[in-house]
């Protein structure tokens, strides 16, 4: 069974920096790109990064560009996000996903996703 | 960025409606639009892939239809387990993008 598990959330102040963290399983992790969405209290999805399944490449979104980086170790089979000069927009329940098939560079459909770690940023 | 544009936003139905919920893309993405259905405190679920290709184990009652702009998401007999948000997104290129959600409630 295919599995991810992230951690690292948490209560930072505007300005301050996290490290999330995805732990995967029952799968062979390098084969795929993974990615971050997240999501704010009671809203929508907005995607946030994708990286290659051997972390050559990678993408962000506008709104996180110069602030966050993706980050794989396929040895530890973990994904990361390094998040900084966090704000208050940044607040949300954020997933580590997988793409859904092998596909170079990456798919970007989504299979399975972890259960979510929520950051609170306050003002 | 591709905009994507769903309606309604929420809808009431009964066990046994057919549920129709669509999705607009702001330029053409072929048939790179996949589904999700999220319940609540849960993360998203695939359901259907490249406009029409239900994901394992998903119901055959859920379809979908579209190309270019304009698609579909249907569930027939609609089943209690199917009250849920439903999110469309595009994979044509990044930044991938979401519909703002469609939330299925029970009359």
């Known amino acids: 069974e295919e599995q991810l598990l992230e951690s690292g959330g948490g209560l930072v102040q505007s300005g301050g920096s996290l490290r999330l963290s995805c732990e995967v399983s029952g799968f062979s992790f390098s084969s795929y790109a993974m990615s971050w969405v997240r999501q704010a209290p009671g809203k929508g999805l907005e995607w946030v990064s994708t990286i290659t399944g051997y972390g050559g490449s990678t993408k962000y979104a506008d709104s996180v560009k110069g602030r966050f980086t993706i980050s794989r170790d396929n040895s530890r089979n973990t994904l990361y996000l390094q998040m900084n000069s966090l704000t208050p927009e940044d607040t949300a329940i954020y997933y580590c996903?997988?793409?859904?098939?092998?596909?170079?560079?990456?798919?970007?459909?989504?299979?399975?996703w972890g259960q979510g770690t929520l950051v609170s940023v306050s003002s | 960025d591709i905009q994507m544009t769903q309606s309604p936003s929420s809808l009431s139905a009964s066990v046994g409606d057919r549920v129709t919920i669509t999705c607009r893309a702001s330029?053409?993405?072929?048939?790179?639009l996949n589904w999700y259905q999220q319940k609540p405190g849960k993360a998203p679920n695939l359901l259907i892939f490249a406009t029409s290709r239900l994901h394992s184990e998903v119901p055959s009652r859920f379809s979908g239809s579209g190309s270019g702009t304009d698609f579909t998401l249907i569930i027939n007999s609609l089943q209690p387990e199917d009250f849920a948000t439903y999110f469309c997104?595009?994979?044509?290129?990044?930044?991938?993008?979401f519909g703002q959600g469609t939330k299925v409630e029970m009359k």
């Open positions: 996903a997988k793409d859904a098939v092998v596909v170079v560079p990456w798919a970007g459909w989504f299979d399975p």
């Open positions: 997104q595009q994979s044509s290129s990044t930044p991938y993008t």
């Open positions: 330029q053409s993405i072929s048939t790179y």
